[in-house]
């Protein structure tokens, strides 16, 4: 595997984002796991956002903070049930097609997210870097190629788009994480992680975005 090349790290600040319940759910692991998060990750301060599961509000909240507070990383957090491990995705595309209502009861069905935005971005972290990262950490990860249609994809596509079309210079990635441990007693034989693992992968995750540069040349892809 090919290293990775190291930045150098200049002051600048870091904005972590984190869902709200959706689904039924009392808790989304996302916004938990902000919480577990330093105040500093090297030299770059953390900074948290609680963002609305609602189409369009969730990109108009992140987008304020962006203009704000002007990171220089955005990292942005959101559940996947189902999954069993962090996964660090390389790509989100311009469609809305939501398998149940958002918490302000809009479905969107195949709808772009930007009009007349391109097909998809990619994320301008480095992906593979920072899943190398995560497992150096203990904890599993993956470069997932899907973010999905509902709402985590439509925040990080729209995120992507607003970096575009502003020219505003700070790298942007997503993670997907597995339902926490209390998520899982109802649907047993399901996937499922503990809170202080995964804030201890996405710290991992953090420190290598910050850190790198370029990111590694190494197989990830997948074959389905």
């Given at each position: 595997m ?6 150098a ?18 808790v989304?692991?996302?916004?938990e ?5 330093p ?8 900074r948290?956002?609680?963002?609305p599961?609602?189409?369009r ?11 704000e507070?002007e990171p220089?990383?955005?990292?942005l957090?959101?559940q ?5 491990c962090?996964?660090v995705e ?6 809305d ?6 918490n302000?009861?809009?479905?969107p ?7 007349a935005?391109p097909a998809?971005?990619?994320a ?19 470069v997932?190629?899907s ?30 994480v ?13 996937p ?8 201890r992968g996405?710290e ?10 370029i ?10």
């Amino acid at each position: 595997m090919a290293r990775a090349r190291k930045a150098a790290a200049p002051e600048g600040g870091v904005l972590v984002t984190g869902f709200e319940p959706f689904g039924g759910e009392e808790v989304n692991p996302s916004w938990e796991i902000c919480g577990r998060l330093p105040a500093a990750i090297g030299r770059a301060r953390v900074r948290t956002l609680h963002v609305p599961t609602q189409f369009r509000r969730a990109i108009e909240i992140v987008a304020g903070a962006i203009v704000e507070h002007e990171p220089r990383l955005v990292i942005l957090l959101g559940q996947a049930g189902g999954r069993a491990c962090l996964s660090v995705e390389r790509v989100a595309i311009n469609v809305d097609d939501a398998r149940i209502p958002d918490n302000a009861g809009s479905q969107p069905v195949d709808e772009p997210v930007a009009p007349a935005g391109p097909a998809a971005y990619f994320a301008t972290v480095p992906v593979k870097a920072m899943a190398a990262a995560i497992r150096e950490a203990g904890v599993p990860a993956e470069v997932s190629n899907s973010a999905g249609t509902f709402v985590c994809n439509h925040l990080f596509y729209g995120v992507l788009h607003f970096m575009a079309s502003s020219g505003r210079p700070a790298r942007t990635g997503f993670i997907h994480v597995p339902w926490l441990d209390s998520q899982a007693v109802a649907r047993p034989g399901e996937p499922a992680m503990a809170l202080a693992t995964m804030a201890r992968g996405v710290e991992a995750a953090i420190a290598a975005a910050l850190a790198t540069a370029i990111d590694v040349k190494m197989a990830a892809g997948k074959l389905d």
